[in-house]
């Protein structure tokens, strides 16, 4: 099984984030734009594993000491690895250190499984389409700058997710496994 480790966004900023993609895929509709259902935020990429590791995982996962529930301002238009490169293009995530923590928990909490470790840093962000190879159209990059700092919500997160990534050829099909809540404050 594939599989990653997920913060879901909220139904709101999907909606706006869904709209954006709209607008901009009809300046670029041979980019990879990602299905508005699919957006999320990952924590962990851990890739294929044999289906008798699930159970170790899962274990794993509930083991781990999660920072309390925090809040995400879902914020900001950008590329992967940078504009001059533009490979990906992402919409940026701002949040107070516990979202990092809990990446590093997690990444921490799967090592001892065997899933290599980060090498680099936490750069959280939600992938909106994955240009490879391909040149960034003028049309769109003149109409990312106009929407460079636009905000699609701000929302709290109480849990994450274990997540099955099924590849298909109409695109990658996601499934909830397992849903770990965050710790509630006292
Ligand atoms: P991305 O959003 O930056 O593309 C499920 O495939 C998720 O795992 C994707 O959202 C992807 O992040 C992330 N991921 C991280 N490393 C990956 C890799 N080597 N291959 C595929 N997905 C990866």
């Not at 529930?69 to 900001?76: D, H, I, K, R, V």
Request: glycine letters at 6%.
């Amino acid at each position: 099984v594939r599989l990653f480790v997920a913060i879901e966004i909220p139904a709101e900023v999907c909606k706006r984030l869904a709209e954006l993609i709209g607008d901009f895929r009809v300046l670029a509709p041979s980019l990879k734009w990602v299905r508005a259902e699919n957006l999320h935020l990952t924590l962990k990429f851990i890739g294929e594993v044999e289906s008798t590791k699930l159970d170790a995982i899962r274990s794993a996962l509930a083991g781990i000491r999660p920072p309390g529930e925090f809040e995400l301002t879902y914020q900001g238009l950008g590329f992967f690895p940078s504009e001059k490169r533009p490979r990906i293009l992402w919409s940026g995530i701002q949040a107070t250190p516990e979202l990092a923590q809990l990446a590093f928990e997690i990444d921490m909490a799967l090592s001892a499984l065997g899933v290599p470790r980060e090498e680099r840093a936490f750069a959280p962000h939600l992938t909106l389409a994955r240009l490879g190879d391909l040149p960034l159209p003028g049309s769109l990059r003149t109409a990312l700058s106009r929407r460079v700092t636009e905000e699609f919500g701000v929302a709290r997160v109480t849990e994450f997710h274990l997540i099955e990534s099924k590849l298909k050829s109409t695109g990658a099909e996601y499934t909830t496994v397992q849903s770990f809540a965050l710790a509630t404050e006292h």
